[in-house]
C-alpha cells in the first residue's frame, strides 16, 4: 500500500522536486512513520529519490552505460550527460605480483596509478583507480589532463585498444570511498574490475571502478 502510493507521488512529480516528508506520508497512508522509512529507504538504494541537505527529492534518471570498449567520457556524452572527473591521486607504486602479472611487467617495475572520481552532470558517480606501466606511458605525466578522457589521451598516443575483460560484482565502499562519492557505506555499490589489451594483446591498463548503485546501471547488446 505504502510503496503503491509513493509510486504514484513520484510519477506526479518531476526531477528535483521535493519529496513530502515522513509525517505527512503517515498520516496520508495511516502507517507508523518507520513504515513510510522504509519504503523511502528502498526507493532512495533504487535511485528514484536522492537526500539533499535535509531534505528529500526526486532523483535524476540513472545513467545507463554501456558494456565496450570505450571511456567513461563518451558513454556518458551518448547520452546525453555532461561527463567529469575530479583528480584524487596521481602517484607511482611498485607492482606487486597480481599487478606485474596483469601487466606483464616485472615485480617491482613502476605503475602509475590515476585515481579520479566520475561526474555525471556535475553529480559524483563513481571512483575509478586505472594502473599503467609507467615505462610505456611516462609521457602521459607532461602531456595527459587527467580531467579529460584517458583513453583518448591513450590512443592519441598511438595505442589501439583491442579486447577487455570486465568482471561486475555488488560491493560497499570504504568509510573513504564513501565521502568521495558523497554517500554513506551503507549505499550497494557495482565493482568493475577491467583489463584492457592492445591490438597486439599486449596489457594496457588494469582498472578498478566502484559506482554508485543508485545513479548508474550497465548494460549490453547479446546476439
Given amino acids: 500500500m505504502v510503496r503503491t502510493g509513493l509510486d504514484r507521488i513520484l510519477a506526479a512529480l518531476h526531477e528535483g522536486d521535493a519529496v513530502p516528508p515522513e509525517r505527512e506520508l503517515a498520516l496520508r497512508f495511516g502507517v507508523a512513520r518507520e513504515t513510510v522509512r522504509q519504503a523511502l529507504h ?9 537526500r539533499r541537505g535535509r531534505g ?18 563518451e558513454g556518458a556524452a551518448e547520452r546525453g550527460r555532461v561527463p567529469g572527473r ?3 591521486d596521481w602517484t607511482d607504486i611498485e607492482a606487486d605480483a597480481e599487478l606485474a602479472a596483469a601487466l606483464a611487467i616485472r615485480p617491482g617495475a613502476t605503475v602509475m596509478r590515476l585515481e579520479r572520481v566520475l561526474l555525471a552532470d556535475g553529480r559524483r558517480i563513481g571512483l575509478e583507480s586505472t594502473y599503467l606501466a609507467a615505462k610505456r606511458f611516462r609521457s602521459l605525466r607532461s602531456t595527459f589532463d587527467p580531467t579529460t578522457s584517458l583513453y583518448a589521451a591513450i590512443r592519441a598516443a598511438g595505442v589501439v585498444f583491442g579486447t577487455a575483460t570486465e568482471r561486475i560484482e555488488t560491493a560497499l565502499a570504504s568509510p573513504r570511498e564513501a565521502e ?21 594483446g599486449v596489457p594496457i591498463e588494469t582498472v578498478r571502478a566502484l559506482y554508485r548503485g543508485d545513479r548508474i546501471a550497465f548494460e549490453t547488446t547479446l546476439s
Avoid: C
Avoid at 528502498?42 to 536522492?50: D, M
Avoid at 528529500?56 to 558494456?67: G, I, M, R
Fill in 42 to 50: 528502498e526507493l532512495l538504494v533504487e535511485g528514484r529519490i536522492e
Fill in 56 to 73: 528529500t527529492v526526486v532523483a535524476a534518471p540513472k545513467l545507463v552505460q554501456p558494456l565496450s570498449l570505450r571511456s567513461y567520457t
Fill in 86 to 88: 575530479l583528480l584524487v
Fill in 180 to 200: 568521495l562519492l558523497d554517500t554513506t557505506t551503507a549505499m550497494p555499490m557495482l565493482l568493475l574490475n577491467r583489463r584492457s589489451l592492445d591490438t597486439d
